[in-house]
């Protein structure tokens, strides 16, 4: 489709000023691709560190940031099969992956060699009226799922499924620690180790935010300062042993806390890095008990599929604090940035 769309345009690397508000040309169409009219976008704390830059992988700026989006499909390429004008639908958070790599064709296509994050390359993102994105990264969003929902159903809900279900294996009656409580991806993760029969302890910095937390199913909610080690009180309400499994949504500045909280043979799952510090570790600090280090990286598109119908069915209740238009994403940037906003916050183009 050819013409103009407003969308947030990131030039250069730096302070949430510097995301600018223009008109740029509505993104080309592939052969597979679906143009997607944006009804909501998840800000995440990746668009943090892309506009940042603090993350450098894989950019190349100018960029239109975003890649939890939700909307009204506009047009399809002349070889998309299963998607129409009119279908509401959601991303999974890659604008192109090759479709028949080893990895693709195993539900693993989030280590596709050739895949494209969305948000990450160029004016094709989904902080803008619209987005064009390859239909093997989109998923129909079902009747009763609010489009306001289904943006975060892959990112902030889907990763934390991959990490929660698919990485960790989160056996019932298991006693889980998640970091990062009440943010966009803690939330979720809460309710997802709750589904899965797990001890839910969530460490947050926030009273605020506590409150949340508990009413989103966290059995046990510990208020610690920032920067504090939170291990003894982990332990306090883990009969002394720690956590089983840790869903790490925080990365270096809890990492000593996180692992003095493991209990013997955990499972320690690293989902997210709010900063790009490097950590101190001894591997005997491992191997002496048992501990296994792994990670979650994204969300496939079953898992967006499984986290729609998790959301469809009440399972899990996507938490949405805020939206705001376009012109305030400095602003959605600063709330994350801070750590002070809870759950998601969306930019909606219509606003
Ligand atoms: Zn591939
Ligand atoms: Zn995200």
Redesign the pocket.
Known sequence: MKGMMRAVVIDAPGAAEVMQVRDVPIPEMRPTDVLIRVEAC?V????VVTRNGVMKRGIKMPVIPG??VSGIVEAVGPQVRGFKAGDRVTTA?RRHICGYCMYCRSGRETSCEEREFLGDIGLNGGYAEYVAVSQDNVCSVPAGVPLDQAA?C???IG?ELNAVRDVAHVQAGEKVLVTGAGG??GIHGIQLARLSGGYVVAVTSSAEKAKIIAEHGAHEVLLVKRDEDFSDAVKAVTGGLGVDVAIDNVGSPTFSATRRSLAMGARWIFVGQVTGEFVKLNPAQLFMRDISIKSAK?TSRKQLQDSLELVARGQVKPVITGELPLSMAHQAHREVESGRSTGRILLKPAL
Do not use: K, N, P, V
Not at 44 to 47: G, L
């Open positions: 998840g995440c704390f990746h668009d890649h939890e958070q975060i892959a990112c902030a990763t966009g991806l994204s």
